[in-house]
């Protein structure tokens, strides 16, 4: 499969057995506030707010140089690395695609995609199953892969280990919507879908140095979390 790859591949999904069901410590300092979030549908305020502060507590965590990678090889602090805001027209698709309860990708060609699914019956409601997604994509596949050496190119790309790493680390991505469908017939099934689109093969992740000196035109250092928000 990926031999037919394009140069940027949708995330792979991940099932719960693998991973180590801890509650991290991220860090990550003050977060952006992200306000009320007002989309409607069956996902409540509080998952949205869940999964879009547990994104940006670990991008904040990487930012700021405190991110730890495989064999505790510190991460260089990021320049550029913005915050999520949630979007509602994301949550949208990915509740669409949840619908199917079909295990396997959308395959946008502008957005990235992270998979997870819990199979029934499930000790965890659905804001425990979004907490273990993060798990899964962030701590899981950081304590299996990691990032490499600076400048953190996406070289373990081909090796399709960490790509929901690099997805939610992805530095140029700055909105998110998930869906958590509790319903399907034999698991519990969250799609979280980004934009821009990360996993760019030999780009960066980040760009390496001082925390928000580097923000995008249209944004500005948010100090406390070391991350890029609106202007």
Known sequence: MLANCKKSCNQCGGGSDRINPRKPDV??????????????????????????????????????????????????????????????????????WAQGCSIGHSYSDDRGENLYW????????AKQNAERAMIAWWDGENDEQGFGDPPYTNWYYISNKNRHLIQMAWAESNKMGCFVKTDC???????????????????????????????????????????CVSA
């Open 185 to 227: 017939p034999s698991m519990t099934y969250i799609v979280c879908q980004y934009k821009v689109r990360g996993n760019w093969k030999d780009e960066a992740v980040m760009k390496v140095g001082p925390p928000c000196s580097e923000c995008p035109s249209g944004t500005k250092c948010h100090q406390k979390s070391g991350l």
């Open 27 to 96: 860090g990550g300092g003050d977060l952006p506030d992200v306000g009320d979030i007002n989309c409607g549908g069956s996902m409540t305020n509080e998952i949205r707010t869940l999964l879009v502060n547990g994104h940006n507590k670990r991008r904040s965590d990487m930012a700021q140089g405190r991110m730890v990678t495989l064999k505790t090889k510190a991460v260089s602090s990021g320049s550029n690395v913005q915050a999520f805001t949630w979007d509602c027209e994301l949550e949208r698709t990915a509740r669409e």
């Open 118 to 125: 819990q199979m029934r019956p499930s000790p965890f409601d």
